[in-house]
């Protein structure tokens, strides 16, 4: 499969990375060499196919395949690319951990700020993870999930957990009770008010880029309003 890299730094670490991964519990897409030996050719990078469908339904193998997956990144060292991103993403992960100011719309603003008064510092260590794992877990009959599209952050590995959890509430219907999957996270509710704010200062990235993304911000208010009150 050819996916296009948009830039070459993080594409090349990315290529190593899924060879130093030794999956247990999951498996791994593999990066292909062109004829030349490189990784990228002309902002296109190559990768094995891998098996596998998407299922919303399967809260609880995609939590547990998102812990081993940062068991096994546990020991990866920081990648330097990491402070230096200015996408929409980047920027929507720095203002959930108070690292850029809430520079959005009025609606989008006053939203965040409502979880960013609830907030206090969290104190769990730093490790990669896969910052955008809640659609990118693909299942296949008689073998491990699969996890493509490796998103880089440097963040607690529980929360991207916490991020999976939020999707589920924001896009896929699921109700409170699907927390139960998280229970044993230390601090969890502060990451997942993180994790919410996140997702929504993605909206005003897209935003400021011309899309309209404001009725999309309806359907994470139920979210909202749930962890201000388990915050408040």
Not at 175 to 184: F, N, R, Y
Not at 211 to 231: E, F, I, K, N, Y
Request: some cysteine; charged content about 25%; aromatic content about 8%.
């Amino acid at each position: 499969m050819l996916k296009p890299c948009h830039d070459a730094e993080e594409g090349v670490w990315l290529a190593r990375l899924h060879l130093d991964i030794t999956p247990d519990g999951f498996r791994l897409p593999r990066p292909v060499r062109a004829r030349s030996g490189e990784w990228i050719v002309n902002g296109w990078q190559a990768w094995t196919r891998i098996e596998g469908e998407h299922d919303t339904n399967r809260w609880s193998e995609v939590i547990a395949t998102c812990r081993a997956f940062h068991r096994a990144t546990a020991a990866i060292a920081r990648p330097a690319f990491i402070d230096s991103r200015c996408s929409r993403f980047a920027r929507a992960d720095r203002i959930a951990w108070d690292e850029a100011p809430t520079d959005c719309v009025p609606q989008i603003r006053s939203t965040i700020e409502q979880l960013q008064s609830l907030l206090k510092p969290v104190h769990l260590p730093g490790q990669l993870i896969h910052g955008d794992f809640t659609e990118n877990v693909l299942f296949a009959d008689g073998v491990p999930p699969a996890m493509i599209d490796i998103s880089p952050c440097w963040r607690p590995a529980a929360y991207a957990q916490a991020i999976v959890m939020v999707d589920a509430l924001d896009w896929c219907g699921a109700d409170a009770s699907i927390l139960e999957l998280v229970t044993d996270i230390p601090e969890i509710d502060q990451l997942l008010a993180r994790a919410e704010i996140f997702r929504i200062a993605i909206l005003d990235g897209f935003h400021q880029q011309g899309a309209d993304t404001l009725g999309v911000l309806s359907g994470h208010l139920r979210t909202v309003a749930m962890l201000t009150d388990r915050l408040g």
